[in-house]
């Protein structure tokens, strides 16, 4: 019965009116919506919500108030490569708010199951959180689906923003950034969006 309702309830998210994709975060990438995946009760069925984190955690709450109370999260992160590499100055329509990218993460950070951009063309891109304009960003480097935990991806957020923070008068208040991980297909962008 809970899966029912549960399919039910994510399938009038996606077809309610005024819930559009979000903007890139490079001009040339395809957005898609994110797709959580994973479960809401400990030894429960996997189950799949789309949006946000901040929307999926919303959704799930709706179902199961206390989630992600007995749920235990990995916090895996990918072997770094000769590829790995932090770029500052891209990712969003510009810099983000560091305090609301730290929410994001937060969010990130508390949710089990893992986070995933369907596959597409090379580049496609998932926005996995954002408030107040600060978004970020999993993306496909080679068009095939990734699926990585949540967890592990506000670990990877964390360090970009830390890594490409500014702001003036010595305050580090912004941030905007790309971290790569080429042997994995995937990077994460943390900067500004329209939310």
Not at 87 to 106: E, F, P, W
Request: charged share 15%; with cysteine; aromatic share 6%.
């Amino acid at each position: 019965m809970l899966n029912r309702i549960a399919i039910l309830f994510v399938g009038l998210a996606v077809a309610l009116p005024g819930i559009q994709l979000a903007a890139s975060p490079r001009a040339d990438a395809p957005v898609s919506r994110m797709i959580w995946r994973g479960q809401i009760e400990a030894g429960g069925p996997e189950m799949n919500f789309t949006g946000t984190v901040q929307e999926v955690v919303a959704q799930i709450r709706q179902i199961k108030p206390d989630f992600p109370a007995g749920l235990k999260t990995t916090m895996p992160l990918p072997n770094k490569d000769d590829g790995h590499e932090v770029q500052c100055g891209v990712g969003g329509s510009g810099t983000a708010d560091v305090s609301y990218i730290n929410d994001g993460i937060s969010y990130l950070h508390g949710i089990p199951g893992n986070c995933v951009v369907g596959a597409g063309n090379p580049g496609t891109c998932a926005r996995i959180s954002c408030s107040y304009n600060s978004g970020i960003w999993l993306c496909s480097e080679n068009g095939q689906e990734v699926l990585w935990p949540c967890s592990a991806l506000g670990d990877i957020a964390e360090n970009d923003c830390f890594t490409c923070q500014g702001g003036s008068g010595g305050n580090n208040n912004w941030c905007r950034g790309r971290e790569k991980w080429p042997a994995n297909n995937f990077h994460v962008d943390v900067g500004e969006d329209s939310c």
